[in-house]
């Protein structure tokens, strides 16, 4: 790639005269050969680099008992580490950011409950515990904590292949909570890859590249829009495929006799006046309460429209009866054992990756923007236990939301305590004033989810990805279609495996460069990124830019020869100085094992044949 950043290479400039490229040859600077280890003593140096490449114990060296008990406590809970200097002036921030996201969320959580395929009160419960579970044990400021709408989609379109959430709705939701709860698991769990790769969260996590995150995010986002056309066109029956070509099958199928005018005017309405706060918010940073509150404004009046004019007798869905109060514990209802346990497994693992993968996304964003560190392993630990006791206490899956965060941080938050406060919110909600939502048309709930997804389609970065590297762009319009014409767990899928097989293709066809000298200097850099740089006469540099190891130490062998053979032809047909010297610049070869080591021997051996002598 013409834009691939190279790495400086300074060369010492060569005189013909005192080169020697002779193995024989006795050079004035040698490798010097490590002193010798007891086999036990390297294994055990060996085995702690590998496994806690960050010593993750060493604030506990030379305390005492007590301090070292409060250390711990500090490490699972960091509240008591923070908590020590939070001070009024800072529970202000906390308490206005708070309530704002809570008005933010209600609505939200609503709608999102629906994607799910559950009650709406399920979401209003994942705004409740989980967020309360997250202040004590997050390490991150500005993440506000909730069910978001990609999890939720993601989350609906598995369980539903598996049990049809009309028909069996306590198998369904017993098999949500199951989902919900090694989802946690597998969050919390991925703690001990973290310790064994530093600050990498997850394996599959490593294969989501940034690019894949971008398609994926982008097709979810026009899925979830296209779910609510459901809503917003007031159509009763409607594909459980979440394809485009069978939503959009669905949506002209009904055309004729199933769309509800009334509930359009509604939707669009206040999908324009949405859109409208959300485009104010943007241009005045001031005014980011304007689409912050837009939301529950928009549910009021319609809710109040609604009373009044009693459209739903004239076709206008509403949301209807919302259980008011706390359910009760609903550890009883996870299955941990029977038929269902393997598919709540493998739905859960999938949501908790995911989950935890836009969680982190968001928590490194605002922290980079206030300039402070999160903690990879509190981070893993904090959302797998607040959705391992959201599953026991009637949630779905929750995980950071951005637009959530991006109205905490903008409301002046200045710790998790903005959560506890949204929490606290949303739990009088629960017990006061759910009753009137009751005439809420489900054509809001569709104008909010469309306004608030409408932010994941990224085009800047899109087309950021396609100047910089279009193997990247592949992968990011792979993962994009993939969910928008086939399924989210097909776009997942996708995104995977063309990231995994970029990662094949550069570990195993690692870059190679021809180098020239550039003029009026003792520098040799990429004679195509650097044109101006000339060959030396009757040598060769070529520079090997990977380690060298059994999965690529062939086409490295064979592509230093194809270099060699090409420069040849190249000076024979201009009639230059053939090639004398073969130089291979490693300095970025940071390892190299035995059949790199074979390659290169035999690689030497092809110099010879070609009166060619070769150094590296």
Not at 422 to 430: I, Q, Y
């Amino acid at each position: 790639m013409g834009g691939h950043t190279e790495e400086a290479v300074e060369m010492k400039e060569i005189d013909m005269r005192s080169l020697s490229f002779s193995r024989h040859h006795n050079f004035p600077y040698k490798v010097g050969v490590p002193p010798k280890q007891k086999f036990w003593t390297e294994f055990a140096a060996a085995v702690k680099e590998t496994f806690f490449p960050d010593d993750p114990l060493r604030s506990f060296k030379d305390q005492s008992r007590s301090r070292q008990f409060v250390l711990g406590m500090q490490a699972a809970f960091p509240i008591f580490e923070w908590g020590r200097r939070y001070n009024f002036d800072k529970f202000k921030g906390d308490l206005i950011a708070g309530l704002t996201i809570a008005s933010l969320c209600i609505p939200q959580d609503i709608g999102y409950s629906k994607l799910a395929n559950l009650s709406p009160q399920y979401g209003l419960y994942s705004s409740f515990v989980p967020p309360l579970v997250y202040a004590f044990m997050g390490s991150s400021r500005d993440i506000a904590i909730g069910p978001v709408a990609v999890v939720s989609l993601l989350l609906g379109t598995l369980l539903q292949n598996e049990i049809d959430p009309e028909k069996n709705v306590v198998e369904y939701r017993r098999l949500a909570f199951t989902a919900t709860f090694f989802a946690g698991i597998t969050q919390a769990t991925l703690v001990v890859q973290q310790l064994c790769w530093c600050d990498r969260f997850g394996f599959l996590i490593d294969f989501l590249s940034h690019a894949a995150v971008v398609g994926f995010m982008a097709g979810a986002a026009i899925t979830i829009a296209l779910q609510q056309l459901k809503g917003f066109l007031g159509i009763k029956k409607f594909t459980r495929s979440t394809d485009a070509i069978s939503v959009m099958h669905s949506v002209f199928s009904s055309a004729n006799h199933g769309w509800n005018w009334q509930t359009i005017v509604i939707g669009a309405t206040f999908l324009a006046f949405l859109l409208f706060a959300k485009y104010i918010g943007k241009k005045n940073n001031k005014l980011f309460w304007v689409p912050a509150i837009a939301p529950l404004i928009s549910v009021v009046l319609s809710t109040v429209f609604v009373y009044i004019t009693h459209a739903e007798k004239k076709g206008v869905a509403i949301v209807k009866h919302i259980e008011k109060g706390i359910n009760p514990p609903s550890a009883k209802e996870i299955y941990f054992t029977g038929h269902y346990l393997l598919k709540g497994v493998r739905i859960g693992i999938v949501a908790g990756i995911i989950a935890l993968t836009e969680a982190v996304a968001i928590g490194r964003t605002f922290a980079a923007m206030k300039d402070y560190q999160i903690d990879g392993n509190k981070e893993m630990v904090a959302l797998g236990a607040m959705n391992i006791a959201g599953s026991m206490t009637s949630c779905y899956v929750a995980t950071g939301s951005f637009s959530r965060s991006a109205v905490n941080y903008m409301a002046g938050c200045q710790t998790a305590v903005s959560n506890i406060v949204m929490s606290v919110v949303v739990f009088l909600t629960l017990q006061f004033i759910t009753p009137l939502f009751e005439y809420t048309p489900n054509a809001i709930l569709s104008s909010i989810i469309i306004s608030a997804v409408i932010g994941l389609i990224d085009y800047d970065a899109a087309i950021l990805i396609w100047k910089i590297d279009k193997f990247d762009f592949i992968a990011c319009m792979g993962a994009f279609l993939g969910v928008v014409f086939a399924s989210v767990e097909i776009g997942l899928l996708i995104a995977v495996s063309i990231s995994f097989a970029k990662l094949l293709l550069q570990v195993t066809r690692p870059r190679t460069a021809l180098l020239g000298k550039i003029p009026r200097t003792n520098v040799y850099r990429n004679i195509q990124q650097y044109p101006e740089a000339s060959k030396v006469p009757g040598v060769l540099i070529i520079r090997v830019d990977s380690a060298i190891y059994f999965s690529n130490s062939n086409y490295v062998k064979e592509r230093i020869l194809r270099w060699l053979t090409d420069e040849e032809e190249r000076v024979k047909a201009g009639g230059l100085l053939s090639i004398q010297f073969l130089i291979v610049e490693m300095s970025p070869v940071t390892d190299i094992d035995t059949s790199g080591i074979h390659a290169l021997e035999e690689l030497f051996r092809s110099l010879e044949k070609r009166d060619v002598q070769g150094q590296w």
